[in-house]
Nanobody, 118 residues
């Protein structure tokens, strides 16, 4: 089991910045990947950014150059720095942990709202 606790959502004007945090209940090194997805009203959940624990990152094309994902291994925490926010970034952001043992499983945080509006 992995519990994920998110923080850092809120409201911001276009062009502004926010940082999301997600703390895992166990070592990052016991996970295969950790990252962020988002879901806007009426749309499917989509990958925003992900860290592959053994190395590498993935970003959605729509956020490349604006968002940065990073991690603090000592705190078992992943961060998403979001800059130059746009109204289309408005969504509920979910932290995700992906674990592969004998099978694969996704774990999800409770979600945090990000609203970009003037």
């Amino acid at each position: 089991q992995v519990q994920l606790v998110e923080s850092g959502g809120g409201s911001v004007q276009p062009g502004g910045s926010l940082t999301l945090s997600c703390a895992a209940s166990r070592s990052i090194f016991s996970l295969n990947a950790m990252g962020w997805y988002r879901q806007a009203p009426g749309k499917e959940r989509e990958l925003v950014a992900r860290i592959i624990v053994r190395g590498g990152t993935n970003y959605a094309d729509s956020v490349k150059g604006r968002f940065t994902i990073s991690r603090d291994n000592a705190k078992n925490t992943v961060y998403l720095q979001m800059n130059s926010l746009k109204p289309e970034d408005t969504a509920v952001y979910y932290c995700n942990a992906f674990v592969v043992t004998s099978s694969s499983r996704d774990y999800w945080g409770q979600g945090t709202q990000v609203t970009v509006s003037s």
